[in-house]
Structure formats: structure tokens, C-alpha cells
């Protein structure tokens, strides 16, 4: 937590540094609008810990996730860009069969981001932007068993990290006040401190267990590391006139 409010205090000076010295230029703000896809290179857990089990079937795999988010864009120079946002990657599950019982996890996650960016171009109507920043992603998970199985069933184990961003977006002005984007990069996020609440009040953190249900010193880790790509719209306020 103290990390976590460092890396926040710190974002929070640098913005307000940059605003102060920005420069009157075009298309200073601007909120997006997007949706996409996320590819994880390994799920980590909700993949690899069923398979340790003799006997196990998993099907369906935790690869992919649908995604949207929103985020205010903030240029302090003409070719430098804030971007500030949120992500939400929708429900993902990984299903499996240990013995005849069968389970599904699944899984969703949330994230915060600030990415400072450098614009190829900036004065056109087409651009290219490189940019790059810390994040702070939360994940939620579900592990159910229609037939109550020996691996333990829980809703709504949650847990954070301290990830980063990677992408470029390349822009088209469609007009003055509206642009559209098409982006692609790579995510840095891996959490492992993943716990729950119990019907008694009781916390847990969600470590590997063995068939039977016995709890091992192994942590469980889902990791969201990969590629994606997105659209989106960008609604610029109080353009220029003259671009």
C-alpha cells in the first residue's frame, strides 16, 4: 500500500508540474471512448494448477478476454500527451474436471493507468503516439463446482498489483472535434496475493491445494501479461479552429 500511494503521489505531482508549464496548442483535451481485445501469454493458475492433477481435463482456457475503458487525453506540449484512465477486462473462465467433479474459475479485472505518450506528427490530421506508464490492476475470481467438490468454492477472491503499459495508437481526425483510433501494445500484470471472505467472516488467501482439498505453501498467481489491441473514439473539447 505505501508503494502504491508513493506511485500515486508522484503521478500526481508530475501532472500538475506539466499543467503548469503547458503550452496553448491544438486539441489540448480530449476523452476516449474504447473497446478491444487482451491475449494473455499465460493465465498462470487458473490454467496450470488443474493440470498438475492425475487425471485432470481442462477444457475451456483462460486466453483471451473482450475489454472497454475510457480515458481523458491531456497535451501539456504539442507533440506530448497524458493519458489517464481505466480498463475493464470482461469475465474469462477456465473449466476442468479433477475425478469426475468438474469446476469453473472465472475471472475479471479492472485497471487503472496514467501513460505519458510522445505524438509522431502531431499537427496532422493522421498521428502516431508511443506511450507508456505505470498501472494498477484489481482482479476478481470464482471458482464453482455444481457438485460442491473436495477443491475448496469461493466468490469473489480479489487481489492488486503494480503493472505497466505499453502501446501506440495511431489517429485519424475525422473532424475537428472528433478522432478515431486504432492502438496495440503490451501489458505487464501479475498478482498473486489473491484472497476471500467466507460465509463465516473468516479471510483465506487462495493458495494451491491437493485433490482432496489440503492447502499448499503455494500462492495462487493469475497473470494478465500479454498483448491486445483496441478502437476508439476520441471527443475533443474546445478545439482549434484552425488545425
Keep these: 500500500m ?3 500511494t508513493l506511485a500515486l503521489a508522484a503521478i500526481i505531482v508530475i501532472l500538475m508540474f506539466s499543467a503548469s508549464q503547458a503550452e496553448e496548442i491544438y486539441h489540448q483535451r480530449a476523452i476516449e471512448i474504447k473497446g478491444g481485445l487482451a491475449y494473455f501469454l499465460d ?3 487458473p490454467v496450470d494448477w488443474p493440470k498438475t492433477f ?4 481442462v477444457g475451456d482456457e483462460m486466453l483471451y478476454s473482450p ?6 487525453l491531456y497535451r501539456t506540449h504539442n507533440n506530448f500527451v497524458w493519458n489517464l484512465g481505466y480498463n475493464y477486462m470482461l469475465s474469462s473462465s477456465t473449466n476442468y474436471t479433477v475425478g469426475v467433479t468438474a469446476y469453473e474459475e472465472t475471472v475479471s479485472a479492472s485497471e487503472i493507468y496514467a501513460m505519458a505518450g510522445f505524438i509522431i506528427n502531431p499537427s496532422g490530421r493522421l498521428n502516431l503516439s508511443l506511450t507508456t506508464g505505470p498501472t494498477l490492476t484489481i482482479a476478481s475470481m470464482d471458482r464453482i463446482s455444481p457438485a460442491a ?9 480479489n487481489g492488486k498489483s503494480i503493472g505497466i503499459l ?12 472528433l478522432g478515431i483510433k486504432l492502438g496495440a501494445g503490451f501489458r505487464g500484470a ?5 484472497g476471500f471472505v467466507d460465509s463465516n467472516e473468516q479471510q483465506h488467501d ?3 491445494t491437493t485433490p482432496a482439498g489440503a492447502v499448499t505453501p503455494s500462492s495462487y498467481t493469475i497473470d494478465f501479461s500479454g498483448f491486445f489491441a483496441e478502437f476508439g473514439f476520441r471527443f475533443y473539447l474546445t478545439p482549434k479552429d484552425n488545425w
Excluded: C, H, P, Q
Aim: hydrophobic share 45%; glycine share 12%; proline share 0%.
Design 54 to 57: 492425475v487425471g485432470s481435463n
Design 149 to 157: 467438490g473436495t477443491l475448496r468454492e469461493f466468490y469473489g477472491a
Design 43 to 45: 493465465a498462470g493458475d
Design 190 to 194: 501479475s498478482i498473486s496475493n489473491l
Design 206 to 208: 487462495v493458495m494451491w
Design 2 to 4: 505505501r508503494k502504491l
Design 67 to 72: 475489454a472497454f475503458g475510457i480515458s481523458v
Design 166 to 177: 505499453a502501446m501506440a495508437n495511431l489517429e485519424y481526425l475525422l473532424r475537428n472535434d
